[in-house]
């Protein structure tokens, strides 16, 4: 299995050494950066499976770099801030941060953070990394990664909502895998703790969520070919998905 990968932007020397040390002491693969422009290297290198972004990098703000991210990534990010009222701490959830540490930290409690969030994308970490890589081709429809849309047999553009097109995602990356509603809901949702049970309404917004996508893309929604229903289990994707680069 491989280690997870790591990029730490700090442009302060002392803290960027000491967590990029720490996080590889812990079992990590690390990459440091200091700027946007760096960040933008490492990620073209290669896969990174979390971000710990500071929020005041000099003359960049980390608040924006975050915001920027997250219209071109699906990567994790914690942010990492002097800053710790409530109102900053809602800016950075705003803008797409998956987590939140104040400094000064302790860093087994950054550990467990970067631990916690790990384990919350690890169902959904066969999804693409950036969203512009790959077109996924599935019962003649295709869905365009680059472009962020969903082709019908017939050529036409069918309109999802985000949540609808989160859905979809979870289910191409995971074909003829059953999947229980706990585990879609931890892809979908960041900010669950992995693994727990749904309460009822929650169960019943994910069903709604299905059968939103299901009248969207199946030619008989009450009797579907490609998001069928697993008894006792939850839902899976009963076609063949056939992924290529975009």
């Known amino acids: 299995m491989s280690l997870p990968r790591l990029l730490v932007v700090e442009d302060d020397p002392e803290m960027r050494d000491m967590m990029v040390a720490f996080l590889r002491k812990s079992g990590f693969m690390v990459f440091p950066a200091v700027n946007q422009n760096e960040i933008t290297k490492v990620l073209d290198a290669g896969r990174i499976d979390l971000i710990l972004l500071d929020v005041m990098l000099g003359r960049e703000n980390g608040l924006d770099i975050c915001q920027s991210l997250r219209q071109e990534y699906e990567i994790p990010i914690i942010l990492v801030s002097a800053l710790s009222a409530d109102d900053q701490r809602m800016q950075g959830y705003q803008v797409g941060a998956d987590d939140y540490i104040a400094k000064p930290f302790n860093p087994e409690l950054l550990l467990a ?27 003649g429809w295709t869905y365009d990664g680059k472009k962020d849309v969903v082709i019908a047999p017939d050529g036409f553009q069918v309109a999802l909502s985000k949540r609808e097109t989160g859905l979809l995602k979870v289910l191409l990356a995971n074909p003829h895998i059953p999947l229980t509603r706990e585990e879609i809901a931890d892809s979908l949702d960041f900010t669950r703790a992995e693994g727990n049970a749904l309460g009822t309404s929650e169960g019943r917004a994910i069903d709604v969520l299905v059968g939103r996508l299901r009248s969207k893309i199946e030619a008989k929604p009450k009797d579907p070919e490609m998001i069928r229903t697993q008894r006792g289990v939850g839902y899976v994707f009963a076609v063949d998905v056939v992924v290529t680069d975009g």
Do not use: D, E, I, K
Not at 113 to 138: D, E, K, P, Q
């Open 113 to 139: 953070r970067v631990r916690a969030v790990l384990r919350r994308g690890h169902r959904s970490s066969s999804l693409t990394y950036r969203r512009n890589t790959s077109v996924y081709a599935f019962g």
